[in-house]
């Protein structure tokens, strides 16, 4: 089966670094995605990897390696406003999104 | 109307009841999507349609029918709803033509079924 795995729920302090992990095993791959969803909206795009490496864009960066079915999320410099839900979802052989369970970011002053 | 929009934003439907949520896009995205979102469960994928005119069943499409009868609107409709579809309801879309790419999501309906 198709399965994706990441914490359910992390605390970090304000202006500190956080990663959060993603490990996945899908029927082939093609992308994998991070998205942020704060409490009560939408889920909102926040990087694609499909090669491996790290991508960094802005106070948050994103690495994938594909050979150990594996991603995180790095965010640096935490805010306040970074306290939400950090999805994970990888593309599928049939091009189909497969989601993370998501994982709760807390911030504390 | 910029970007999706769905509705209603919520709703206390009877169990039994018909109900079909609207999903509208502005963007000519081919691709459109229903999630539900259950706590601890993540997304999970109702159903999808690649392109105007053509649906396709995805991870729990039990008890939903949808149609695509044009590129933007794409309509999930309850038959007779039951509890167990009291959920946080997304619409998405994206612009699958050229490859992989992000989706787009609606604010969200949130359905209670009682």
């Known amino acids: 089966g198709q399965n994706i795995d990441q914490p359910t729920e992390m605390t970090a302090t304000e202006g500190a670094i956080v990663q959060i992990n993603c490990t996945y095993q899908t029927s082939g791959f093609n992308g994998l995605f991070w998205y942020q969803q704060h409490a009560g909206e939408a889920p909102t795009f926040l990087s694609y990897n499909v090669l491996d490496g790290l991508e960094e864009k802005g106070r948050f960066s994103s690495f994938l390696s594909r050979s150990k079915g594996y991603s995180y999320l790095l965010l640096k410099e935490l805010q306040m406003k970074d306290s939400a839900s950090y999805l994970c979802?990888?593309?599928?052989?049939?091009?189909?999104?497969?989601w993370g369970a998501g994982t709760k970011l807390i911030i504390k002053p | 109307i910029a970007g999706i929009t769905q509705a209603p934003t919520s709703q206390i439907l009877a169990a039994g009841r018909r109900m079909t949520l609207r999903c509208t896009q502005d963007m000519r995205h081919n691709a459109m999507y229903w999630y539900r979102q259950d706590l601890g469960l993540g997304l999970r994928l109702i159903h999808y349609?690649?392109?105007?005119?053509?649906?396709g069943k995805g991870e729990v499409p039990d008890g939903y029918s949808v149609s695509r009868a044009n590129t933007d609107d794409f309509p999930l409709t309850l038959a007779s709803a039951v509890p167990s579809q009291t959920s946080v309801y997304f619409c998405?879309?994206?612009?699958?033509?050229?490859?992989?790419?992000?989706?787009?999501f609606g604010q969200g309906t949130r359905l209670t079924v009682v």
């Open positions: 998405a879309s994206s612009d699958s033509s050229g490859g992989v790419t992000e989706a787009f």
């Open positions: 979802a990888v593309t599928d052989s049939n091009y189909q999104l497969i």
């Open positions: 349609s690649n392109t105007a005119g053509t649906t």
